[in-house]
């Protein structure tokens, strides 16, 4: 994601778009940002949607807090961040405590532990937003 100002954010492509045009199993290839990166992924196993929610709660993180979750481009520094990782409070200043419990749980480094599908995910978005709209 960039930050243009304190309003903006822009999505930026992963690394993957290229790859994905190429007639190749990329499930198992590391490739990406390491710092959005399951820690699964970079042990070596194979993506699936898992690692994809783990890597959606990087970006909610950093959306809702204006910090990167694990900010490094070392792999090696990613993973230890990973293994000592505690939210703080003071990070999320007003997000509501359904969308912070989200959060976290999609950032949960045992990817067993992690959601398994989308609907947590959508339910917590509508909840949040339907909020907003009172």
């Keep these: 994601m960039l930050s243009l100002d304190s309003r903006k954010c822009h999505l930026l492509d992963f690394g993957l778009a290229d790859e994905l045009c190429v007639q190749r199993d990329v499930s198992k290839r590391l490739s990406g940002t390491p710092g959005f990166i399951a820690p699964e992924r970079l042990r070596g196993y194979p993506a699936d949607y898992k690692s994809d929610f783990f890597s959606l709660g990087c970006v909610a993180y950093e959306i809702f807090s204006g ?3 694990f900010d490094s481009d070392s ?3 990613v993973t ?3 293994q000592r990782f505690e939210p703080k409070c003071s990070d999320w200043g007003d997000t509501p405590d359904v969308l912070r419990r989200l959060i976290t749980h999609m950032l949960l480094t045992n990817a067993e ?3 398994t599908d989308y609907e947590p995910i959508r ?5 949040t937003l ?3 709209s009172r």
């Design 80 to 82: 230890s961040s990973m």
């Design 123 to 127: 339910e917590v978005l509508e909840q």
């Design 75 to 77: 792999t090696q520094s």
């Design 130 to 132: 339907s909020g907003l």
């Design 67 to 69: 910090k990167r979750v």
């Design 113 to 115: 532990e992690r959601m």
